[in-house]
DNA sequence: CGATCACTTGATAATCCTCAATCCTTGTGG
DNA sequence: CCACAAGGATTGAGGATTATCAAGTGATCG
């Protein structure tokens, strides 16, 4: 079902399935809250969901597009401090919940979970620090750029990348406005395709380079 | 020594010595370079070290900077990956190195370790996706004050502030002229004092109040 | 004590944000 | 099924922030 449980064999697996409760969520619903505490981790069966903290101004900044597969939550439960991000779906999500406690015992008695756990922070700091040197580097046209083309591997298996500006815009760190305008000047590029809220890369390549990679 | 052994008793600590190796960096000298392969962890005794990202148009931009009894690089040594940073001295340094082969031996046998490993992985994510928000909705001078606020930590037990403007630059990712404008605000205003490479914070509470805190 | 490197200043231009007004889409209730 | 309301998307104007370039000045180190 999951990267991280990818290795499980049949036993693990039942043990897996005896602790999970799964449970459906509507486009929009909160899964939790910056400033509370972690009770377990979610995984994320079917459907997109936001990661996000607020700036003090009470603009939201979305650090994380997880998409099926993935597991959230976990960095907050195992450092044992309250969620500095709060979780929100993006469309209708099927998403399972694995208590705490259940999830420190499998990880106390299973060498790989723990390998993996470790690698998916030591990849998700990985992931954070290059963002963080876009961030500090790079235009918003070429934040842009490079966004499309990571969250068209997000939304690979949908038809386009379906977000709202406004998402968009709290994704790269810009304003609603500049995302629009970016965007037409793309599309009369011939680089994207847009039906209202849709997006597709015709021109993956030359999206690339104006990203700078 | 160190923060990740500090709970180490007589008998794991003697294991420590046996496997590690320190030596003397001069300042401006390389540890490992982005792009290497981890063949260990370095812990940081004495001096400061700054790990830095090059962005492709070649502008160095400095994620982290490390201060005496941090430990470096092992993110990409857990991850099994290349370094995807390079680290180098800001100033003379006792650097002590552990094999990764010897650092994942003592992992495998100490629980209490692998919790602070992993505490650590997840406080180091807390941090970056911190930045990571800030970088993406401060103005420079926002940034300036809560990054000089950060360093005052880092530089706690000397006299001052001690960075070039360009590595200041580097680290709030701007431009060198920038900074030099803003600290001489900060200045005039009456914040922060100046001794060409030194600075040091004189009203706390208003830089916090700058930076959004 | 000269040369190199870091720092500083000014002028100019590009980028991006904010505000305000309008248009379009979508969902809802009649 | 239609009309209307509400929210999302778009456009334009204007201004603030920040980058870039060029030309110094000052500090440091062999």
Known sequence: MNSM???YNCEEASELNAVKSCSFYKKKQSIFLAG???RGVYCLNEGKVKVFS???NGKEHIVHIAKE???IGFRAMLSGDPYEV???TLEDCNICFIAKEDFLNMLDGNVKLRQNVMQSLSKELNIRTKLLTNMAQKSVRERL????????KVYQD???INLSREDLANFIGTATETIIRLLKDFKEEGLIEI???KLSILNHNELLRIAGE
Do not use: N, Y
């Open 54 to 56: 607020l700036g003090e």
């Open 145 to 152: 750029a490079f966004s499309l083309i990571f969250l068209d």
């Open 36 to 38: 509370s505490s972690p």
């Open 5 to 7: 449980f990818s290795h």
């Open 69 to 71: 597969g993935e597991i």
């Open 195 to 197: 039906h209202t809220r």
């Open 158 to 160: 949908e038809e386009a």
């Open 86 to 88: 709060s979780a929100e």
